[in-house]
């Protein structure tokens, strides 16, 4: 347990420590931001770059690539039968639920900036407990992902880029006094004692750096008067270790404690991968930024000696020891000419240099080269491709095996990740609980309890199907191998990025393929009469009119049709009039029909025997 003071002095170490990459990250951010100023000794200026900026381009069009693909889970049941299958997808739906509530699309996007860009990035994984407690709207307590800038994350050393969780690691952020008020005010009150003691008066708006100190037991708040300063607008800032200074005379950097708690994890709940290198971080770009600079700078000074030449110098030049005399000015509106006398105008023109250009375009061809942007990037096409085939040939020979080797990370990322925010839910939300899911097939929420669904195990597996392909080439890829008949369709949708339900998107495909084929029957039908078109204008009318699927105008019209078919009219009737059909189309009704001849005979007889009858009483 380690206390304000001693992480105060080890986040001095980190300081220095991290210097040397820091400030390559520090160059990195302030090409990418615009924030670059170019000193012009020259001319005795300093000018902003003004042209195009392949840092910017680099790092956002490699960023977008990688993000705009999810990864797959996969969890297998640990016991044979069907309750374990449950559970195992329960818990797939869970780490979905997660990612839902993380917002992970948009935590990715920031992350592969930083990743291209620094080399690097660092996540947490902790319960929502005090003042950090978040806001999910209506979802439930579930542990926080929260993603930061590796220029505010200080993780101690590993031995191996593949040890994806540090030994510890403290964070910084910037956080006003009337912040420290709100959530600590206790607290507050030593810190601004010992600030009145070194005579400063700070406002609601000053600014204090807040330390988070996260090892295997623990998470430590705490503020310090170690604080940024920036040494130059628009150049690099870097932490000031106050010592012997204004702000605490005579004392070094200073900690003062927020908040403490355990974390009852048992492992660093901190996340912090990097980029495959030699022997320390870099980014992708690192190596352009002279090249920029250099680029930027010559073209300042072209532009410059093309404004000169606009408007050139002109001179007098006397003639020996004659003393110049302008004997009339010219008046070009009347077509006066002007003289000199003892003297001769000479005109100066300042002409750019002819390699200039050359050295801009071969400036900018060797940031290409170094960075691996390619022309595509900017919408533009190389000279010396003439084929789509080539063309994104040699751009996945610049692109793809860079993001193949991101997602290859953050398999393991997301997949720790997940596995912290398991045994995190398990020790701080272990209630019974629903969260909403998004892009796991038909499921919309999921219903669990922590440990009950994560006591059987909480590995599992996060793959990027087809690493190195982003969405659009990945769709490519897909169809010519279905194409090809090298892959199912089934198997095509289970590896798009785009359907979240392979199960339902079949089950609409083949409704959608079964109404083509009711369509097409229809069709025919009535083309052949066999329909009358008093049905078919029905249908039209269900469909249209009252907005009924296909299947259920056919089925009323159907219904319909038998009644109709059924009932009876008698003679003359309009029921029994084929309209618009032919006749024995089915669109008439059937007539009554008559009396069986028997009845008719047995009638008559018993008619002629009333008369019978009559005519003997009579007599």
Not at 279 to 300: C, N, P, V, W
Not at 313 to 321: A, F, H, K, P, S
Not at 502 to 530: P, Y
Request: proline share 6%; aromatic share 6%; charged share 20%.
């Amino acid at each position: 347990m380690k206390s304000a003071q001693e992480i105060t002095e080890l986040f001095t170490e980190r300081v220095h420590s991290h210097s040397a990459v820091q400030t390559q990250m520090r160059a990195v951010r302030d090409t990418y931001n615009g924030d670059l100023v170019l000193p012009l000794p020259e001319i005795d200026k300093t000018e902003k770059p003004s042209i195009a900026n392949l840092v910017v381009q680099g790092i956002d069009q490699m960023a977008t690539r990688f993000a705009s693909r999810m990864p797959q889970t996969r969890t297998e049941a640990v016991r044979a039968g069907e309750a374990a299958r449950e559970r195992a997808d329960d818990r797939n739906a869970v780490f979905h639920g997660y990612w839902t509530a993380w917002k992970l699309p948009m935590q990715q996007a920031q992350r592969g900036r930083w990743w291209f860009g620094y080399g690097n990035s660092a996540s947490t994984v902790l319960p929502q407990v005090g003042p950090r407690r978040m806001a999910l709207g209506e979802c439930p307590p579930i542990p926080e992902l929260r993603s930061w800038n590796p220029l505010d994350a200080y993780p101690a050393a590993r031995a191996n880029v593949w040890d994806l969780i540090p030994e510890d690691c403290i964070f910084t952020t910037q956080r006003s006094v009337a912040w420290l008020h709100a959530n600590y005010p206790a607290q507050a009150a030593s810190v601004m004692h010992a600030m009145e003691q070194a005579g400063m008066k700070p406002q609601p708006d000053t600014l204090f750096t807040v330390l988070m100190y996260i090892d295997d037991t623990e998470v430590v708040v705490l503020v310090t008067t170690a604080h940024p300063r920036v040494s130059h607008p628009g150049l690099l800032d870097a932490y000031q270790i106050q010592a012997g200074s204004a702000h605490l005379a005579g004392s070094a950097a200073q900690g003062f404690e927020l908040h403490r708690f355990e974390h009852r994890m048992g492992v660093t709940p901190v996340v912090h991968p990097t980029r495959v290198t030699l022997d320390r971080i870099t980014g992708q770009f690192d190596e352009i930024l002279g090249m920029y600079e250099t680029q930027a700078k010559l073209h300042s000074l072209n532009m410059h000696a093309v404004v000169r030449s606009i408007f050139p110098e002109t001179w007098l030049v006397q003639n020996g020891i004659e003393e110049i005399d302008v004997a009339e000015y010219p008046d070009p509106a009347r077509g006066r000419y002007g003289r000199l006398r003892g003297g001769r105008v000479e005109v100066v023109q300042t002409n750019p240099g002819l390699l200039t250009n050359n050295a801009i375009d071969r400036l900018e061809r060797n940031q290409r080269v170094t960075a691996g942007v390619p022309a595509e990037f900017g919408g533009e096409s190389p000279t010396n491709v003439r084929t789509d085939r080539r063309g994104l040939t040699v751009q996945g020979a610049t692109v793809d095996f860079k993001l193949a080797e991101a997602h290859t990370v953050f398999e393991h990322v997301i997949r720790t990740e997940n596995m912290l925010a398991a045994v995190c839910d398990q020790a701080w939300h272990n209630t019974k609980k629903m969260i909403p899911v998004s892009g796991f097939g038909r499921r919309s929420k999921v219903e669990y309890t922590p440990t009950e669904l994560f006591e059987e195990c909480i590995d599992h597996q996060v793959t990027y199907r087809y690493v190195g392909s982003d969405a659009a080439q990945l769709t490519v890829r897909l169809g010519q191998k279905v194409g090809a008949g090298m892959m199912s369709r089934e198997t095509a949708m289970e590896n798009d990025p785009d359907i979240d339900d392979v199960d339902a998107e079949m089950d609409r495909l083949t409704v959608q393929q079964l109404t083509d084929a009711q369509i097409q029957g229809l069709q025919a039908r009535v083309s052949q009469g066999a329909v009358p078109e008093a049905d078919v204008a029905r249908i039209i009318e269900l469909v249209e009119m009252d907005r009924m699927p296909l299947y259920k105008a056919v089925l009323q019209v159907q219904k319909e049709a038998q009644e109709r078919q059924a009932a009876q009219a008698p003679a003359g009737a309009a029921e029994l009039q084929p309209g618009l059909a032919d006749a024995g189309a089915g669109a008439e009704s059937a007539p009554i029909p008559e009396p069986p001849r028997g009845i008719e005979n047995l009638r008559a007889g018993l008619f002629q025997l009333a008369q019978t009858s009559q005519l003997a009483n009579r007599i």
